[in-house]
């Protein structure tokens, strides 16, 4: 019987030392209500949506042009083999946009092949928008011209 009281007595004890340990590590670690950390604050602020978090990131793509616009351009950068698939991009241009080899977007046609030099804008508010701006556009080479037949012309 006093061999137990004894293993009793150690175990109460160490659990009274693990909880006073507890809070007093758990008492070091509040901050006054007035005093708040500047990475928390910063970090509150980005929760509620006042500062949002945005990245840019400059990126390329070469394709062939499938439209142009007054300010935008479309291009289909991956097919597959069968061509049952595309992968498309339509980018507005950035301004102050330089062109290679060309002097102005209405010089380049659809069918041409170009490569785009963007930037891709991720905001991260509430939500995440990601924005992007065609930078540089280096004209590489026109469109292949298709023969045109006088046999289905002819009457």
Known sequence: MLKYSRILRRLLVFMLFFCLAGFVLAAEKKVDAGKAEPAKEEAQEEAKGKLPKSSAVMKEVQGEVTWVGKDR???????????ASEEE????????ATFKNKK?????QAGDTVR?????VTQTDAETKVSREAKEITFIRAAAK????DVLGSQ
Do not use: F
Not at 73 to 83: F, K, L, Q, T
Not at 89 to 96: E, N, Q, S, V, W
Not at 146 to 149: D, E, F, K, R, T
């Open 104 to 108: 102005m977007l209405k010089e380049i």
């Open 116 to 120: 785009i030099t963007y930037e891709e």
């Open 89 to 96: 991009i339509l980018l507005p241009l950035a301004k102050g």
């Open 146 to 149: 298709q023969p045109q037949s």
């Open 73 to 83: 351009i479309a291009v289909v950068y991956s097919r597959n083999d069968e061509g």
